[in-house]
């Protein structure tokens, strides 16, 4: 297994699990086993990363363009989701983890948003890593989301419009209590967000591979880390000034 520098890891993972589709159909099965495989890499990935030590870790599950796919295909993504958090449960206290939602929890099935609450007031006081779940989401629905939160204080008179910074807007967003991704991982090939965390991949490092989510491994992944621990980041500074502060 390749070396990892402790020191160096994202504090924040975040990966568009793609391809599952692909998987099954290259393999003459439905889609919908390619997504039971994806939960099998899902179990492992989270199992790692956890034991890696990374403290945060998004997962894009299920966009909110998603629900215009094919109405079995929905609800058997649905189905899979609700046996994942049951079954999940015990392995998030075993190992500490804290379970997290984004998203528009409105458009989910009741039945899975009561699957979801029991697995949140379960891991509530886990205080090991945050497994975050992107369910319904969409990165425009949230900043508009948040845009008209916003307004609707400021008529109310509870807000001023010159109190709206970058840091308010934040706040206002799912993920206020999370850090922006490190490091986004993107499987199967695409290289796109798909309306992914709009406004916390501001910069994040990104990394595609060309496998398929049900193929991903923990090879693919410590590789996956390995080369985000090459990259310089140097958030609008230049090289030199970056390695000025790395030194010191
Ligand atoms: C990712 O795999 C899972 C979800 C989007 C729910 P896909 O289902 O998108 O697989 P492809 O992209 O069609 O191969
Ligand atoms: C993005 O994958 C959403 C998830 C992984 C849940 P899609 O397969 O839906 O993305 P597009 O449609 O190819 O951009
Ligand atoms: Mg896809």
Redesign the pocket.
């Known amino acids: 297994m390749m070396e990892l520098d402790p020191t160096r890891l994202p504090r924040h993972l975040a990966i568009i ?7 099954a ?1 290259e393999r003459m099965l439905k ?1 919908i086993v ?2 039971q495989r ?1 939960v099998e890499t899902v179990r492992m990935v989270v199992e790692q990363v956890s034991q890696l030590g990374i403290p945060y870790l998004t997962l894009f ?3 909110a363009e ?1 629900w215009s796919r094919p109405p079995a295909e929905v609800r058997a ?1 649905m189905a899979l989701l609700k046996r994942f958090v049951r079954s999940e449960t015990s392995r998030m206290m075993r190992h500490d983890i804290r379970f997290n939602v984004i998203g528009n929890r409105a458009e989910l099935p009741d039945e899975i948003n009561q699957a979801l609450n029991e697995t949140l007031a379960k891991t509530a006081a886990n205080r090991g890593m945050v497994l975050t779940l992107a369910l319904s989401y969409g990165g425009r629905q949230e900043i508009t989301h948040a845009a008209a939160r916003i307004a609707r204080e400021v008529a109310a008179g509870t807000l001023r419009p010159d109190q709206v910074d970058e840091r308010l807007l934040a706040q206002y967003l799912d993920t206020a209590d999370l850090p922006d991704p490190d490091f986004l991982i993107r499987t ?1 090939g ?1 290289m796109r967000i798909s309306n992914f965390l709009l406004w916390q991949l501001a910069y994040t490092e990104l990394y595609y591979t060309d496998i ?2 049900p193929d991903f491994t923990i090879t693919e992944l410590y590789r996956a880390l390995s080369d985000f621990q090459a990259r310089e980041r140097r958030f609008g500074k230049t090289s030199a000034q970056i390695q000025l502060t790395q030194r010191s």
């Open positions: 699990m793609d391809g599952n589709g692909r998987w159909q889609r390619g997504h994806g599950a299920f966009s998603n993504l199967s695409e398929n989510w």
